[in-house]
């Protein structure tokens, strides 16, 4: 059967007006920096969580585990969600999902059970999966198809900018405390061991709750807000009858794209997740935890000039080429770090974020190319596969335990070797495809 080509945006055929498709952009962008901030403020929980409850990498790495866990396992449900409300009330449902899991983090501290963190994690991660199967197809499709990687990577550099200030922020209101070592709490008295308990699980409860305020402010503001349907990209408007996820499967820069996302994400994550410790490690950088955060602060920041420009180098360039061009140049930083110390080690392994920046938006735009009524199930595969945020943490948690951190950057290397071959070969559709059959 003939692939539909992408929409154009849909005429008024009311009275009620159609929204300019620059300012339905500019109220997507928010939710792609609010969903950023949320993300990254693990990397500030992970530390914290790891020294409160005396974690292992491993072991600590659940956070990671947990919360990308639910884009794999909840990817399915949300993208039935989204193809039953539409775009727009699917990202308020998004939203409204991740405020109760935000919530979640107050009886979490109150009960000081590790579980209940995670627990808390896992709703908020499916609020986050949601938004995530509805907006990023929603922001590809808002314009024309050539420039619709240049569009997703201007949205994804404000999902930046809320992964670099998230560190900040964490780091002031979750890491301002330096977290005694198990010697230094053995030898306080029993009950003073308790209060430090209670008050370092507290210390993430204001946080949570003022973002779980902020992200109902943010749904109400989508709901009044009058945006385009888009609903020729829907299930709704597919005449040949209901796909499944195995028909988008079958196009082969889908299955190749899902596997990259999968890879892409992985890596992105877990370096972001072991910063902190990597750069107090004595032989790279010797910073207390919250110094670290700066620089967790500096390789998010880095991702967001780096999609601002690329939002702009990519309406000249091709982005298969550049994608292929910046996953070699993080192969070579993450050799770099592998076999250095010192500031050497510390800043070629903080300028992977300049290189991560296009990657996300370039690989997701090339996977749902023309796939007309097939976006939404190609959508929530490349969701689900954001699961790699889950798993190659965890890997290189128990590679960190085992043959220490710093060796343990090779998996991450690994990722971004599969990102070049997409670039360069994966990521381009069949001679079938291309001709609309």
């Known amino acids: 059967m003939p692939i539909s080509p992408t929409p154009r945006l849909p005429t008024s055929s009311s009275s009620a007006p159609v929204v300019n498709t620059r300012m339905a952009l500019a109220v997507a962008t928010t939710i792609f920096f609010m969903w950023g901030f949320l993300t990254c403020l693990n990397d ?20 990671q585990f947990t919360f990308f866990g639910a884009y794999f396992l909840m990817s399915l449900p ?33 009960l000081r059970v590790y579980e209940a963190f995670l627990g808390a994690l896992f709703v908020l991660a499916t609020g986050i999966t949601v938004l995530q199967v509805a907006a990023n197809p929603y922001v590809a499709l808002l314009g024309p198809e050539q420039t619709a990687s240049s569009r997703l990577t201007l949205a994804q550099a404000l999902n930046s900018l809320g992964t ?34 209670v008050q370092e699980a507290q210390s993430v409860q204001g946080p949570y709750v003022g973002l779980a305020i902020a992200l109902v402010l943010l749904a109400v503001f989508v709901y009044l807000f009058r945006l385009p349907a888009l609903t020729e990209t829907t299930e709704q ?38 910063l902190v410790n990597y750069l107090s490690m004595p032989s790279v950088g010797g910073f207390t935890e ?25 309406t000249r360039f091709s982005p298969r080429v550049l994608l292929t061009l910046f996953a070699s140049v993080n192969v070579l930083l993450l050799c770099t770090t592998l076999l250095s110390s010192g500031h050497v080690a510390l800043y070629s392994v903080v300028a992977v974020g300049l290189f991560n920046s296009i990657m996300f938006p370039t690989i ?18 490349l969701i689900m596969a954001i699961v790699g945020g889950a798993v190659v943490p965890y890997l290189q948690g128990v590679l960190a335990d085992h043959i220490g951190l710093q060796p343990s950057f090779i998996l991450p290397l690994i990722c971004y ?16 495809f291309r001709q609309g059959a």
């Open 290 to 314: 919250q110094q670290a955060t700066h620089y967790v602060s500096v390789y998010w920041t880095l991702a967001m000039i780096g999609r601002f420009a690329g939002s702009a180098i990519m």
């Open 78 to 110: 949300a993208g039935r969600l989204v193809a039953h409300l539409g775009y727009k009330k699917g990202i308020v449902a998004g939203l409204a999902i991740a405020a109760v899991g935000a919530l979640g983090f107050w009886p979490a501290a109150e």
């Open 44 to 63: 500030i929980l992970i530390p914290h969580l790891k020294a409160v409850f005396e974690l292992t990498y491993a072991k600590a790495m659940l956070v």
């Open 237 to 274: 408007a597919d005449s040949g009858g209901t796909h499944t996820l195995l028909d988008a499967m079958r196009h082969k820069h889908v299955l190749f794209g899902v596997l990259a996302i999968f890879f892409y994400v992985g890596a992105e994550v877990s370096i972001g997740s072991f």
């Open 417 to 432: 070797g599969y990102i070049i071959f997409y670039g360069l070969s994966g990521s381009r559709p069949s001679a079938a």
């Open 364 to 381: 997701f735009a090339l996977s749902i190319e023309r796939l007309g009524p097939l976006t939404n199930k190609a959508s929530s595969l």
């Open 164 to 197: 670099a200030i998230a560190p900040i922020f964490g780091g002031l209101l979750i890491l301002g405390n330096t977290v005694k070592s198990a010697d230094e709490l053995a030898a306080l008295p029993s009950a003073e061991q308790i209060a430090y308990r």
